[in-house]
């Protein structure tokens, strides 16, 4: 039992999820009756998809005596995932009124996270007061001052959430400052390091199409659409090329070493990638998706890897992407996002690296404006199936009818048909941000450049 555990800590730690509930289905074989096992199994399902049966299982332990608000909370996201939002609603609401002020923040955060949840005067005024107390850890006061803008946006009251969602930024960018320093040192040795790129030939196996971008730009989205294709299997925002990323840097270098890939290593690290990816592709089909808003930086390795990926890049305006990344909690990385000036200089990077992907690989990405894509979406699902060499169906273009799980906040956003309302979003918040607004302007004029996008549709 002891060598278990202490694997199941490691896949855990790393974040290995698949082999994590391997172990934790023999520890629940050994010991039936410990709730902790069974919590840890639901949690694990649920983040990988498998969440019936995460569903299942919490429901289990809540019956068995573990009522408790993370329990509640974890119910409530396999919930969220499956569409099941009303139930949703009841966990979260359940949390949010309890007297755990942490648990609670989490659980209004939750609500707001749900984004056509709607907040009553009763309501607002509870999380209100929550909100200004002292008492409250800094990083559970963000989350309910983001549920208060969240609320005030409701209302109309776009003062006010300003006002809530600047302190938020405020009290968690303090506790997660963002590296620029190291973001832009990574995209110079790219740019300086990889200056032609790695031709190869393409490996054996399924043919990954990688969905990024700056986040809340559409790719959970474009995700749905494609996932409703007949040969397309989703997977999970994967942290696979990352990782391997970061482990090439802590041997001499990420982009030294990618520049001098040969066919061996090639086949070592892609087969290396593959076989990650293999307890998401439970169909076997001919194409699975990656998609991870920052793989933007390692589309290089993309490249080298699967010369024949495909690659779609979300673009939205800048404005309305700020904005919508302002008011937004994550719950791991993205610290650039908790303050206008990283969220600028985030931007301002991405668009320099992709401009030297686009030199590098010209026609090879496909650069995909959020709003052409809600403006026509026929026209632009056509373009985005033809692109990956996919066959017409109609439940591409019926994807909000889909009943696969959605792990990401917009789950609630791609059961419906694609809407315009989210366009134009962040001019109701100029007057505040007067100081970023001619920043985010020339960030737009430079990606329609960069990007041969004719036009960006919102504040024109």
């Keep these: 039992?002891?060598?278990?555990?202490?694997?199941?800590?490691?896949?855990?730690?790393?974040?290995?999820?698949?082999?994590?509930?391997?172990?934790?289905?023999?520890?629940?074989?050994?010991?039936?009756?410990?709730?902790d096992y069974r919590f840890r199994l639901g949690v694990s399902c649920a983040r990988v998809g498998q969440v019936e049966r995460a569903?299942?299982?919490?429901?289990?332990?809540?019956?068995?005596?573990?009522?408790?608000?993370?329990?509640?909370?974890?119910?409530?996201?396999?919930?969220?995932?499956?569409?099941?939002?009303?139930?949703?609603?009841?966990c979260y609401r359940l949390v949010a009124d309890g007297e755990d002020d942490s648990q609670a923040a989490?659980?209004?955060?939750?609500?707001?996270?749900?984004?056509?949840?709607?907040?009553?005067?009763?309501?607002?005024?509870?999380?209100?007061?929550?909100?200004?107390?002292?008492?409250?850890?800094?990083?559970?006061?963000?989350?309910?001052?983001?549920?208060?803008?969240?609320?005030?946006?409701?209302?109309?009251?776009?003062?006010?959430?300003f006002m809530a969602m600047s302190e938020a930024n405020l009290l968690i960018g303090a506790q997660r400052p963002f590296r620029g320093d190291l973001y832009g040192q990574f995209i110079s040795s790219m740019m300086k390091e990889f200056t032609a790129p790695v031709k190869l030939p393409a490996l054996d196996g399924p043919t990954p199409i990688f969905v990024l971008g700056m986040p809340r730009s559409g790719t959970t989205l474009v995700e749905q659409i494609l996932a409703s294709h007949s040969n397309v299997e989703a997977t999970d925002e994967l942290p696979f090329l990352s990782r391997m990323g970061l482990e090439?840097?802590?041997?001499?270098?990420?982009?030294?070493?990618?520049?001098?890939?040969?066919?061996?290593?090639?086949?070592?690290?892609?087969?290396?990638?593959?076989?990650?990816?293999?307890?998401?592709?439970?169909?076997?089909?001919?194409?699975?998706?990656?998609?991870?808003?920052?793989?933007?930086?390692?589309?290089?390795?993309?490249?080298t890897l699967f010369p024949n990926a495909k690659i779609i890049n979300l673009v939205r305006d800048p404005l309305d992407n700020a904005i919508g990344v302002y008011k937004m909690y994550f719950n791991k990385g993205l610290e650039y996002s908790y303050s206008l000036d990283g969220i600028i200089y985030y931007w301002q990077g991405y668009l320099t690296l992709m401009k030297h992907w686009e030199e590098m690989y010209p026609g090879e990405i496909m650069h995909l404006s959020y709003e052409a894509?809600?403006?026509?979406?026929?026209?632009?699902?056509?373009?985005?199936?033809?692109?990956?060499?996919?066959?017409?169906?109609?439940?591409?273009?019926r994807f909000y009818e889909s009943d696969?799980?959605?792990?990401?906040?917009?789950?609630?956003?791609?059961?419906?048909?694609?809407?315009?309302?989210?366009?134009?979003?962040?001019?109701?918040?100029?007057?505040?941000?007067?100081?970023?607004?001619?920043?985010?302007?020339?960030?737009?004029?430079?990606?329609?450049?960069?990007?041969?996008?004719?036009?960006i549709l919102t504040t024109d």
């Excluded at 290593?265 to 076997?284: C, F, L, N, S, W």
Aim: proline share 5%; charged share 30%; glycine share 8%.
């Design 106 to 161: 989490i659980g209004y955060w939750s609500l707001a996270n749900l984004k056509d949840y709607r907040f009553d005067d009763l309501v607002i005024a509870r999380l209100r007061g929550r909100a200004q107390s002292e008492e409250i850890e800094p990083a559970f006061r963000g989350l309910l001052l983001f549920a208060l803008a969240a609320a005030w946006e409701q209302k109309k009251r776009y003062d006010n959430a």
């Design 55 to 90: 569903e299942t299982v919490l429901r289990e332990c809540i019956a068995a005596g573990l009522d408790t608000p993370v329990a509640h909370l974890n119910l409530g996201h396999a919930l969220k995932a499956m569409g099941k939002k009303d139930e949703a609603v009841e």
């Design 248 to 303: 090439m840097e802590m041997r001499g270098g990420y982009a030294k070493r990618l520049a001098r890939f040969d066919e061996a290593q090639q086949k070592v690290a892609g087969k290396h990638y593959m076989d990650r990816t293999i307890p998401y592709r439970k169909e076997g089909l001919g194409y699975f998706i990656d998609k991870n808003p920052g793989n933007f930086m390692h589309i290089g390795l993309i490249k």
């Design 404 to 455: 696969r799980p959605v792990l990401t906040p917009s789950a609630g956003q791609v059961r419906s048909p694609i809407s315009t309302k989210s366009i134009g979003s962040g001019l109701k918040y100029v007057d505040y941000i007067k100081p970023s607004v001619l920043k985010l302007a020339e960030i737009k004029q430079k990606a329609i450049e960069i990007f041969g996008i004719e036009k």
């Design 373 to 397: 894509l809600a403006h026509n979406p026929d026209k632009k699902i056509t373009e985005i199936l033809e692109y990956c060499d996919l066959p017409l169906e109609e439940g591409c273009f």
């Design 1 to 35: 039992m002891k060598e278990l555990e202490a694997k199941l800590s490691q896949f855990e730690e790393s974040e290995e999820l698949f082999p994590a509930i391997g172990i934790l289905d023999q520890l629940i074989e050994a010991d039936p009756e410990n709730l």
